[in-house]
């Protein structure tokens, strides 16, 4: 079965940098896109940025472009999103997710468990 498992989060202040990992397993992660979504107190869960099985493509959320970047490393099975720049209302708990094709734009159907980002102003 399909596990993800993120890492990396904590508290930052506007700024500064945080790197978070995804951990995958259960399924040849290559073939796969993978997600990044966050979900902040109050409010719906939204898109960040995405990424093909094969790296190759990358999709952003305007809200995240420029300051975010998400990349892959196919040989350790890790999803990661370097963000930079962080501002209070990137405050957050940010889910890893992946479907069932290799292309970016979803749908996703595997969650990981969430980590929060916390960015004091």
Do not use: H
């Amino acid at each position: 079965q399909v596990q993800l498992v993120e890492s990396g989060g904590g508290l930052v202040q506007a700024g500064g940098s945080l790197r978070l990992s995804c951990a995958a397993s259960g399924r040849t992660f290559s073939m796969f896109a993978m997600g990044w979504f966050r979900q902040a107190p109050g409010k719906e869960r939204e898109f960040v940025a995405d990424i093909s099985g094969s790296g190759g493509s990358t999709y952003y959320a305007d809200s995240v472009k420029g300051r975010f970047t998400i990349s892959r490393d196919n040989a350790k099975n890790t999803v990661y999103l370097q963000m930079n720049s962080l501002k209070p209302e990137d405050t957050a708990v940010y889910y890893c997710a992946t479907g069932r094709v290799p292309v970016t734009g979803g749908p996703y159907d595997y969650w990981g468990l969430g980590t929060q980002v916390t960015v004091s102003s």
